[in-house]
């Protein structure tokens, strides 16, 4: 006998967890399944564990259930390689995939909670604006965003405020604030937590920023500097990204929404559970329902004209293609990543970078997005540039040395025990733009342990992704040498990964059914009732994370559901 459900949400991360919560505080019933396991309250008590969580990446999918292959360009052959091989974790292709069970990638987030700015919505009018029309390359599927930051700042403010985030407003109706983000859009209100504290090398690097003409200022971060809500404030013990929080410090869907929707009574969650096709009535127009796998393989089904897909982008996608919703051939295209530019430095005095989160730092806006300068050197779009003073710890450190040095050895002891606790990173992340020859599609030979063929990446870093690179080097490297550091090092460029856990655009909203997928709420065009949500909606990246927007776009979709049912 097959079971009915008046809606299924498929994944409980940052997206799937708050249309779950909103749907059952409406009265509606909701079956939710997701792939991977509840997590126990003791595995978030005693989470301090390196090997566990870092080593062996316990949060994350692994290649031998959820196989993913990879290839530069459509002339060489896809290789299937493991998550978080070699050094650091990312120097093989394939990096790291977000975390499994309910709570999604807010289990393993080191919570980074950026508004995009007004301009990252219109990207290719300004970029073409700026330098021409012939500046994006030939195979460029680049376009705007249907909707702007207006319509979405009503959102931001729900994402801050319901789920908490702390930090420090730049501009709120109009009137700036110099300790806030002096390049923020303006906003209807502040944050609903103050800033966190920062590290301890964190004061060196803002320093040295100031001295170069940068405007830093505090890291917006979803993580409670004080008690907020479901929240306790964060202890910085130093294991937050990577690691479940055993305070509930860091905002997670999993003690933020999914929570309350469990408290409705409206919500049911089926663990190990592993959706393989979005079923469909006979004119392929209309959702009803999903097939899935349960932990032992049997197979079930249950009937809905409500489905909501809110997975990581790359799994949406390849759900969509394995269910045959492609009419368009949209599905899978405009695949973006970001790339990192991680380098490191040794400062003279003793930094204690296992102490605190990966956001109690500062951050530079100021060569962000359309703030880039006017520059010869081709690169059309900024990055934010953060410190990393912080959320270090051992084993993350020892696989990220100096370029030469080995990992065993009196060099390598001496060298780690004088300047582990001296260490601090800056990151940047450039967005890479769409394009007609990077996406994802089914695996031709590749399949999992079920028999469903493996998604498939064609991706490679194009000049513009290595221009801006470069040119943020030189950044951190001016940044590094005013603070004065003994020694800096950046990872190599290219990077050899192809993801970075900020995938987005296989899914693109539009209003056009013709080049998208969904509609601006997150509606199928080709399928009536199905909404595919989370990061694969986004046109473009911008060079901030993407979570809060991807959240913002969550609340947005749910509004809308509700309104039809």
């Not at 809606?7 to 509606?28: D, F, H, M, N, P």
């Not at 997928?517 to 909404?531: A, P, R």
Request: glycine share 10%; hydrophobic share 35%.
């Amino acid at each position: 006998m097959t079971e009915t459900a008046e809606a299924i949400v498929v994944g409980l991360g940052a997206s799937g967890g708050i249309i779950a919560e909103q749907l059952t505080k409406a009265g509606i019933r909701v079956l939710a399944l997701d792939k991977g396991p509840v997590h126990t309250t003791e595995e978030f008590t005693f989470k301090q564990d390196e090997v566990k969580y870092y080593s062996r990446g316990s949060l994350v999918p692994q290649l031998a259930t959820d196989p993913v292959t990879w290839r530069p360009d459509e002339k060489s052959t896809a290789r299937l390689l493991p998550w978080a091989a070699g050094v650091r974790g990312n120097s093989e292709p394939l990096h790291l995939p977000p975390s499994i069970g309910p709570g999604g990638g807010t289990l393993h987030w080191g919570g980074a909670s950026w508004r995009h700015r007004d301009s990252d919505f219109r990207m290719k009018s300004l970029i073409e604006e700026r330098f021409g029309s012939d500046a994006l390359d030939e195979d460029s599927t680049m376009v705007d965003w249907p909707i702007g930051y207006e319509d979405l700042e009503p959102y931001y403010d729900r994402v801050e405020w319901e789920l908490g985030v702390s930090g420090r407003a730049g501009n709120i109706k109009g009137a700036p604030d110099p300790e806030g983000n002096p390049y923020e859009s303006p906003r209807e209100r502040g944050f609903p937590m103050p800033p966190l504290r920062t590290a301890a090398a964190d004061d060196r690097f803002k320093a040295a920023c100031q001295r170069l003409g940068y405007r830093p200022f505090q890291q917006p971060a979803a993580v409670a500097s004080t008690d907020y809500k479901s929240l306790k404030g964060c202890e910085y013990c130093g294991f937050c990204h990577g690691f479940l929080c055993h305070v509930n410090a860091k905002q997670s869907s999993r003690i933020t929404s999914v929570e309350a929707a469990l408290q409705t009574g409206n919500l049911e969650i089926r663990s190990n559970s592993r959706a393989f096709r979005l079923d469909r009535d006979a004119s392929g127009r209309r959702i009803t329902g999903v097939s899935y796998f349960d932990a032992e393989g049997n197979v079930h089904q249950v009937r809905s004209n409500l489905v909501v897909v809110a997975c990581y982008a790359l799994e949406n996608s390849r759900l969509l293609l394995a269910s045959g919703i492609n009419a368009n051939g949209q599905v899978g295209r405009n695949f973006m990543t970001h790339s990192f530019g991680w380098c490191s430095v040794v400062l003279p005095e003793f930094s204690n970078p296992f102490m605190a989160p990966l956001v109690a730092a500062s951050v530079v806006d100021d060569l962000n997005c359309d703030g880039v300068p006017d520059n010869n050197e081709g690169v059309l779009w900024g990055s934010v540039l953060t410190s990393i003073p912080g959320d270090l710890q051992p084993i993350e450190a020892a696989h990220n040395l100096p370029p030469g040095m080995r990992r065993w050895g009196q060099g390598f002891k001496d060298w780690f025990s004088e300047n582990y606790r001296r260490l601090m990173g800056i990151h940047n992340q450039v967005p890479s733009f769409p394009s007609k020859k990077y996406y994802c599609d089914l695996d031709p030979v590749v399949k999992d342990k079920f028999g469903q063929p493996a998604l498939r990446i064609t991706h490679d870093w194009s000049e513009h992704d290595l221009a801006a690179l470069r040119y943020f080097e030189k950044v951190k490297r001016a940044i590094a040498e005013e603070m004065g550091a003994t020694q800096f090092w950046s990872e190599p460029t290219p990077p050899a990964y192809h993801l970075s856990t900020h995938e987005v655009g296989t899914h693109r909203m539009g209003e056009n059914p013709a080049d998208s997928v969904v509609d601006i709420f997150g509606e199928s065009h080709e399928c009536k009732g199905l909404y595919v949500v989370g990061g694969g909606q986004f046109p473009t990246l911008s060079g901030y994370n993407p979570t809060q927007t991807l959240q913002a776009l969550a609340y947005l979709s749910a509004d809308h559901i509700l309104e039809k049912v």
